[in-house]
């Protein structure tokens, strides 16, 4: 390599499980390559077909130069603005609201997962600084499972991916890693390589399935029905371990009276399998420990989403599968945001100014945003997401926009969000910027640091939260309280205690610079068998669950008929090639999906009289698209699947609520599996 280089670490700040560690080669002040980080433990130097694309992101011809102001909005009518006619103008906004309305109230925040890094909760920190504001709360991706998780075991946890080569059995349930998970892919093939035996369960045939021993196709939803069916066979043929459930469980003996009298065909009518199947998962989970069982996020995302994960958890306790080399449920886990995230509590003087937000539901944020009066919403502020493709009721959320008087979005592009902005201000990339990322799946933090100079007139979130804080008070004095003085290295130092340098073997955060530190969490999750629950067991009844108005069980039939007039499922999959509405832009994603599909059975387009690369209507009552038919037998008769790149598959989206969510991220989540459409032909 040219010692004219310039090797700066990295971490790729997405919604994903791998959180890569990655090197950038500069040379003249130009990003010239980007690679994998070989001294990260998980993800060893390798990165997926998104993360060796960011220098086609970073350099994008489309990507956004300087702050820019549309009038009137939705226009089109673009006007470049200097950062001083922006800052100056939002400043003046907020003051305008605050003294019309006495409070804050009437400003929003909704920011997501499009940046992962500490240092990206620089716009909360600063609406913390200025007091009670309004704020999206909840989670779309993983409400209904943390709180499945928390009911059982009382924390988050999973194992290192190493862990699952002590496994003979390894169950993917709704999960599709030879896709989203790339990384993990090397160590369930060398487990394989070992003699354990790879059982995928899915609704549909994924790349996964097709790389495991055994296939186990069920319906949409059903999980926890098949759970059940498997449970109730470990019991009645004594597959059980009864000297783990004495010791570290609560409530085997209500469970087991539970599980006795349901109906096993009722079971098996449900999720659409054999009592074959049943029999294999049971003896595997059984006989041929430990068994390692892997979650994926889209079993959670129905109206039974919480209990599908709680059933599983049970299945995995009841056969003494936690704790030990090689078992466990594995989900996803926050034992390692050991940060201070001291960044969030710049708080006002003035305690009463200072209490808390009020809510709007992240599910359901054009209802909630409409229903506001005292004082409505006037501002909203948008970052790390794209609001208008990525929620529900999207018409719904237009019209409660139209009532906003001024709309900000961050952003690397124009996306659909930013057309429907009033002033739109470009955000710096990882290369060009200071942060700090944790995964939620591994158990490695990583620094990043910047390669290169700001993109044109770019600014970091952190950098455009001083400014506007600097800015308030020079307008009025004392009247944000989150500091414009600090470095970034000063908020980063912020977020390091004692404990967790000394978690991480290192005894200042710089020496992260010389590559990423493992946190010192146990290997295996569980493996001290000791749980944060109000028992110190597993869960199998959770009284918790049953004061939240829930079954205490996690295990149910559901009445799951579907609709006569909307007779079948949508599902959305997530490829490899974008993450939501992320990388679409890119010339290499473009020329691999030319065009947006949807995947049927060939005996449903038969039906229906339908051809392969038709134009089709999809449609409900929320609304209807128009999209290219494919046949797939990956799917079964009843199931359509989709993957996210129409840019109006929200159309079709409601808020329907799932059973769980509240409990720890503050609302519930959203049953995007459980959408219900009808097709015709064109």
Request: aromatic share 10%; charged share 20%; glycine share 6%.
């Amino acid at each position: 390599m040219d010692q004219t280089y310039s090797i700066t670490r990295h971490v790729c700040p997405r919604n994903c499980y791998s959180s890569c560690s990655m090197l950038g080669y500069t040379k003249n002040r130009r990003l010239i390559k980007v690679t994998g980080d070989p001294k990260h433990g998980y993800t060893k130097g390798l990165l997926c077909a998104k993360g060796y694309n960011y220098i086609n992101n970073v350099y994008h011809l489309d990507r956004l130069k300087y702050p820019m102001r549309q009038y009137p909005r939705g226009s089109g009518q673009w006007q470049r603005i200097s950062w001083t006619e922006a800052i100056d103008t939002i400043a003046g906004k907020v003051i305008e609201l605050y003294h019309r309305y006495d409070s804050h109230l009437s400003l929003a925040l909704n920011k997501y997962s499009g940046n992962m890094g500490v240092l990206h909760h620089a716009m909360e920190g600063f609406f913390n600084g200025l007091g009670r504001t309004s704020r999206a709360v909840g989670n779309p991706c993983w409400a209904p499972g943390m709180d499945a998780i928390y009911y059982d075991y009382g924390e988050h946890q999973t194992s290192d991916m190493e862990d699952i080569l002590h496994a003979e059995t390894i169950i993917l349930w709704g999960i599709n890693p030879v896709w989203t998970s790339i990384h993990a892919m090397n160590y369930i093939y060398e487990a394989q390589k070992r003699g354990a035996k790879v059982i995928t369960i899915d609704p549909v045939y994924t790349e996964t399935a097709k790389k495991s021993d055994t296939f186990i196709q069920i319906k949409p939803g059903s999980d926890g029905a098949i759970a059940l069916a498997v449970a109730k066979y470990i019991l009645e043929h004594n597959l059980y371990d009864a000297e783990f459930l004495t010791a570290h469980t609560n409530g085997w003996g209500e469970l087991q009276e539970y599980i006795q009298p349901l109906s096993m065909e009722e079971a098996l009518q449900q999720c659409g399998q054999t009592i074959e199947a049943i029999q294999f998962i049971a003896e595997r989970l059984g006989r041929n420990k430990p068994a390692y069982i892997w979650l994926g996020f889209g079993m959670q995302r129905h109206q039974n989403g919480g209990q599908n994960i709680r059933a599983v958890n049970a299945l995995a306790a009841i056969t003494g599968n936690i704790g030990r080399k090689g078992s466990g449920v594995q989900f996803g886990q926050r034992t390692t945001w050991k940060f201070t995230y001291n960044i969030l509590n710049h708080l006002p003087s003035d305690n009463q100014k200072a209490a808390g937000v009020r809510a709007l539901d992240f599910n359901n944020f054009a209802n909630d945003l409409q229903m506001q009066q005292d004082p409505p919403v006037k501002f909203l502020w948008i970052t790390c997401r794209n609001l208008i493709t990525q929620s529900a009721n999207i018409q719904q959320l237009k019209k409660a926009l139209q009532s906003m008087e001024l709309i900000v979005t961050v952003e690397h592009f124009l996306t659909e969000t930013a057309q429907y902005s009033d002033i739109v201000l470009p955000a710096t990339t990882q290369f060009e910027e200071w942060d700090l990322v944790a995964s939620y799946w591994h158990h490695w933090i990583s620094i990043n640091q910047p390669a290169i100079p700001p993109y044109f007139e770019s600014k970091s979130e952190l950098e455009i939260a001083r400014m506007l804080s600097k800015r308030l008070n020079e307008f009025e004095a004392d009247f944000s309280a989150f500091p414009s003085d600090f470095t970034d290295e000063e908020f980063i130092e912020q977020e390091f205690t004692d404990e967790f340098y000394q978690s991480l073997q290192i005894g200042d955060w710089r020496e992260l610079l010389k590559g990423p530190r493992r946190v010192d969490v146990p290997k295996t999750a569980w493996e001290a068998l000791e749980f944060k629950t109000p028992s110190g067991k597993i869960e199998l009844f959770s009284q918790q669950a049953s004061e939240n108005q829930l079954s205490p069980f996690g295990m149910a039939l559901l009445d799951n008929r579907k609709s006569e007039n909307y007779p079948f499922t949508l599902l959305l999959n997530h490829e490899p090639f974008r993450i939501n509405s992320q990388f679409q832009n890119l010339p290499s994603y473009k020329q691999i999906n030319k065009e947006p599909s949807i995947y049927l059975h060939p005996s449903l387009a038969k039906e229906k009289g339908i051809r392969a690369g038709s134009l089709i209507r999809i449609f409900n009552e929320n609304g209807e698209i128009m999209i290219r038919a494919r046949y797939s037998e990956e799917v079964n008769h009843h199931t359509l699947v989709i993957h996210p790149n129409h840019p109006l598959i929200n159309k079709l989206l409601a808020f329907t609520p799932a059973d769980m969510g509240e409990f720890i991220t503050g609302g519930k989540g959203n049953a995007l599996n459980d959408l219900q459409v009808n097709i015709a032909k064109l």
